[in-house]
DNA sequence: GCCGTTTTCGGCCCGACTGTTTTCAGTCG
């Protein structure tokens, strides 16, 4: 069984043993060990055939115990039990906007509402405002939260995301009081999807904060405002979209802008850092505490109690913990204070250490523009080579390449060859991994080929264990150079194809092939996690483009984030290299 | 339920905002 799935039976018992009323202490446990799994790059079962699960932070005897039923036997029996108490689609309504585990556990225990659907209902009928602890507001947000449920299950694109936001900006930053505005939260960690947009704005004095609270709510795409306080407000747009809009002091910005950018569980593990140092964090600094356990507790609640130390800027935040500027992309709680602690943070690869794109479509196939035109994209972005790699024939809606058609292209490749200087062309193909792992095109052709793509564009739908064994077929291949887009998903649209991925790993490593992180924004595939894993086993990773047309060479800027959230440096990534680097890898298994 | 360079017992991250309350619980990020 994989992590995330653990990770989910994990959640799954955590959320109904919440609404059985169970001591929030012991749920919180239960959240510290969801956060270990669901950050571990290691897969369980290697960890608890070393008998080291309990070694995890936050996993003790009783939840490791769990772990291992779920890998051995695939079920977990104390989930059973709660499950025969709680019914399980009551962690589903605590999905809903407004909706925690008090209101869910007693919306079932008064009205016997287990669903969405039977919520709508009940609240139509008034039953729900007739409940002590809800009225007719709250009655509002619920239905509100339905339909939002039910039309907008998806992250949004980061790039699509950027789109609705970017007019916003330019209304808010009108506002003269408004010193600096800046995105914060998943958006800043260079996240695929982002839920919402957390906004900072910096504003001198107490004067002018009404008035930009004012200008945020009052911009014309605004579909409706959920809050609006002094410093905190939150709007949803027309484009469904949620931002919220935080206002700040210069003295606590820095703190403020390392609060909001997260992660949730970076933050967490911040806060127990500055805890252990007699320190508070919070987004209005970083703060001594004074008189520990000598005051009537009122000292505690006061969020400006103590000296402030730190916070203007996220520097000064991290240097009063004892630590280095950590980028926002690694602030996930996988393992960064501890490397900012000792000194180990990765140097992160940059778009501009990039010297060529492998992977990328012409008229030839399912692409737009000519080899001539990519190549002199290409030469004008300054890469050293690229390769023009259309698909092979068992695509045939992308009119895939025969390998008759194939030799015709590498004529027109030659004539770009002359035409373009100053850049390498490498004759490549996207061959299709076929059913049984077998490629779609003769070893003799691919013998000629300067570089071989494999991927996979058919049967999704094969068991994993089929799945995983038809892509190590293909690995096996002894002129496969990169395994591209590797698990297949379309972000939001498909899911992943069922994958050991952890196998392919280990056989790309095996077998010295390279594996992909596509950067088109639908795909971003590898994605952070197997890419923080290739990194740890040392399996070279290619950052290429899958351009269509030209214009999407640039997919290469967005998608260097998700690199750098895999933790990867300039040395992990094989495009990296000048053209005799890359030449001699090429190469690698000759003499 | 987990954890320990002050603790094997007694803690466990912090604050804003809303709605339904007569002083605060619930939810969210």
């Not at 407000?233 to 484009?239: I, Y």
């Not at 805890?275 to 008189?291: N, P």
């Not at 030469?379 to 992308?398: E, L, P």
């Not at 002359?418 to 077998?438: A, M, T």
Request: proline fraction near 4%; hydrophobic fraction near 40%; charged fraction near 30%.
């Amino acid at each position: 069984m994989e992590n995330i799935e653990i990770a989910r039976r994990l959640e799954e018992l955590a959320d109904l043993l919440e609404i059985q009323g169970a001591n929030p202490f012991r749920i919180r446990a239960y959240r510290n060990a969801i956060r270990t799994v669901s950050g571990l790059t290691r897969p369980l079962s290697e960890v608890a055939a070393e008998d080291a699960l309990t070694d995890l932070p936050g996993i003790g005897k009783d939840i490791g115990g769990y772990i291992g039923e779920l890998l051995d036997t695939g079920k977990l029996s104390i989930l059973d039990e709660v499950t025969a108490e709680v019914p399980r689609e009551l962690a589903t309504l605590t999905r809903l906007d407004g909706v925690g585990p008090k209101k869910a556990r007693k919306l079932w225990k008064e009205l016997d509402v287990t669903t969405p659907d039977e919520l709508e209902a009940a609240a139509k009928e008034g039953r729900v405002a007739a409940l002590s602890g809800f009225g007719q507001k709250s009655v509002e947000k619920i239905l509100r939260a339905i339909e939002d449920f039910r039309k907008h299950q998806g992250r949004f694109l980061r790039a699509e995301a950027v789109q609705y936001l970017r007019p916003l900006l330019v209304h808010v930053e009108g506002v003269e009081a408004i010193r600096r505005l800046e995105v914060a939260g998943s958006y800043r960690r260079g996240k695929e999807t982002v839920g919402d947009i957390d906004l900072l704005a910096l504003v001198e004095g107490d004067d002018d904060r009404a008035g930009v609270m004012e200008a945020f709510t009052t911009f014309p795409g605004v579909d409706r405002i959920e809050m609006s306080g002094e410093t905190r407000g939150s709007v949803v747009l027309t484009s469904g979209l949620p931002v919220d809009l935080r206002i700040l002091g210069p003295e606590s910005y820095g703190a403020a802008l390392h609060y909001f950018t997260g992660s949730k569980e970076h933050n967490v593990e911040i806060r127990k850092r500055a805890q252990k140092r007699g320190l508070r964090v919070s987004e209005y600094g970083v703060f001594e505490e004074e008189g520990k356990g000598g005051d009537d507790g009122d000292a505690n609640s006061d969020p400006h109690a103590g000296r402030r130390i730190a916070g203007a800027t996220e520097e000064e935040v991290f240097g009063a913990l004892d630590l280095p500027f950590i980028p926002p992309v690694l602030r996930e709680n996988r393992g960064e204070i501890q490397a900012a602690d000792q000194g180990a943070l990765p140097k992160l690869v940059e778009a501009d250490q990039l010297r060529g794109d492998l992977h990328m479509h012409t008229t030839w196939s399912d692409g737009r523009d000519s080899v001539r035109a990519m190549a002199e994209a290409c030469r004008d972005r300054g890469y050293a080579y690229m390769a023009i790699t259309d698909h092979s024939q068992a695509v045939t809606v992308a009119r895939g390449l025969t390998p008759e058609r194939l030799r015709e292209q590498w004529v027109e490749i030659d004539e770009a060859r002359d035409q373009v200087e100053g850049i390498q062309i490498l004759r490549g193909c996207e061959v299709d991994i076929l059913k049984d792992g077998s490629l779609d095109l003769p070893d003799d052709v691919l013998a000629e080929l300067d570089i071989v793509l494999v991927a996979v564009h058919s049967h999704f739908d094969l068991d994993q264990a089929t799945q995983t064994e038809r892509i190590l077929t293909a690995l096996r291949h002894p002129l496969v150079d990169i395994l591209v887009h590797p698990t297949g998903r379309l972000i939001n649209r498909r899911e992943p194809y069922a994958l050991d991925m952890e196998a392919v790993l280990q056989a790309a490593l095996e077998h010295d092939v390279a594996v992909e992180l596509n950067t088109n924004p639908r795909r971003l595939d590898l994605h952070d996690r197997h890419l923080f894993r290739a990194r740890e086993l040392g399996v070279p990773v290619v950052i290429s483009t899958d351009a269509h047309r030209t214009a999407q060479l640039a997919y290469v800027d967005e998608g260097i984030h998700q690199a750098r959230r895999g933790w990867l440096e300039a040395g992990d990534v094989l495009n990296t290299r000048d053209r005799d680097g890359m030449q001699a890898w090429l190469k690698r298994r000759e003499g």
